[in-house]
């Protein structure tokens, strides 16, 4: 008969999660550090370079050829006209029809005209003047100078020196170009010969400093000091002398009430340097000049003006500018500017060495004023030279 019963079982052990597990292998997605470096693109250094290609060698021979000339030819050719071209010019030799004519390449202009009225507003809130005018080099900037004329004594309000270059697109009058603080009113100003950025100004207190207009920050690039050498007056005149010893390097000339000519050279540190000097005194002026002040034997004598000019350019004049034309007349002016409704003093003229038709004109209202002069002013004639003699041999007598 059928019983139940209990049989011994038999455990099989399940390896699959181990076996898995042995077939996995470790990995990782963190990629491996990045090696950086930081580098400056701004250029710190500028160089100039000249894009002008040169003249190629090749086009050069194509158009310059050697000529064929037929000399036989030419000689008999000269030979045969050589009585005919002979006898044509005895003739206009002797012909009155061209005396006095003078050839004139540029257009004819009769007219004066004003063609700009410069100022600097915050000078003139200080009733400031126009001290002294000069054109640069490259004739297209003017700088002026303000301070005062009218103050017995030493004055300690500062000043300014202002430029306009009157070739830039959207010139503004009352918006100078450049704007320098000087802490003394400055008498008078010299641009530099060639170097046109270069301008040279002589102070109230008797010092005289060198201005670099291309430097924004601190333009002051030379300067005497107050020094036992340096001017104990204002310095009225101030003149760039050429080095003979140092092409590169040029001189400075200063003339001061206080009667010395000093000759300044530029030093390294920059300082103005004493170079030579010069004295005015009351013995040295000719008896028939008339002093203000009584001055006997070794007392100084002022000076107020130096040109080594043929002319002075800077004159002092009341009221107007008068233009003098000697080919019209010797007694009166043949145009008056006016330079100001107010009848302001005129303390300064200088005119364009490179432009010669355009004269520049300061006054006391703190206004300069730029004109330009018709053909006639510019042009010498046939009788000037005649009336310049005359004035010079009443001079000398």
């Known amino acids: 008969m059928f019983a139940d019963r209990a049989a011994p079982g038999a455990d099989v052990q399940s390896l699959w999660r181990s076996a898995r597990s042995a077939r996995c292998e470790a990995k990782t ?10 580098a400056a693109a701004q250029s710190h250094t500028a160089r100039d370079a000249a894009v002008q290609t040169e003249q190629s060698k090749d086009a050069v021979q194509d158009f310059q050829q050697e000529v064929q000339v037929d000399y036989t030819g ?29 050839v004139n390449w540029t257009d004819q202009d009769e007219t004066v005209l004003c063609l700009h009225t410069l100022s600097y507003p915050e000078a003139q809130d200080q009733n400031l003047q126009v001290t ?15 301070g005062r004329l009218d103050d017995g004594d030493w004055s300690t309000a500062k000043s300014y020196v202002c430029t306009w270059n009157l070739d830039r697109r959207g010139l503004n009058a009352q918006h100078p170009d450049l704007v320098v603080d000087v802490p003394s009113s400055v008498m008078c100003l010299a641009f530099h010969p060639s170097q046109p950025s270069l301008i040279a100004g002589g102070l109230f207190n008797g010092e005289l400093v060198v201005w670099d207009t291309s430097r924004t920050e601190d333009p002051v690039v030379w300067r005497t000091g107050m020094t036992d050498d340096t001017h104990t007056d204002p310095v009225y005149q101030v003149t760039w002398l050429p080095d003979t010893k140092h092409r ?11 009667g010395k000519i000093l000759v300044w ?19 040295q002026i000719p008896r028939s000049t008339r ?5 006997w034997g070794e007392a100084a004598v002022g000076v107020t003006s130096l040109s080594f000019s043929h002319f002075d350019a800077g004159v002092f004049v009341v009221g107007e500018v008068h233009l ?35 004269l520049a004109a300061g006054d006391a209202a703190g206004t300069v004023k730029v004109w330009q002069l018709s053909s006639g002013f510019t042009e010498q004639g046939p009788r000037e030279m005649s009336h310049l003699e005359q004035l010079a041999s009443e001079i000398m007598d």
Not at 30 to 36: A, R
């Open 29 to 38: 997605c963190q990629t491996g550090k990045i090696s950086t470096a930081e």
């Open 74 to 102: 030419f000689l008999s050719f000269l030979q045969r006209v050589e009585g005919a071209v002979v006898k044509e010019l005895n003739k206009n030799w002797k012909s009155h029809a061209f005396d006095g004519f003078e």
């Open 132 to 146: 002294s005018v000069s054109w640069n080099a490259t004739g297209s900037v003017i700088a002026c100078a303000y």
């Open 248 to 258: 590169n390097h040029a001189r400075l000339l200063s003339v001061a009430t206080d």
């Open 265 to 283: 050279r530029e030093e390294r540190d920059g300082r103005l340097a004493l170079a030579e000097g010069f004295a005015i005194v009351a013995q």
């Open 291 to 295: 002093l203000k002040k009584v001055a």
């Open 324 to 358: 003098f034309d000697l080919a019209r007349s010797m007694q009166k002016p043949t145009v008056s500017l006016k330079q100001s409704v107010s009848d302001c003093p005129v303390y300064c003229l200088e005119f364009n060495t490179k432009h010669t038709r355009l």
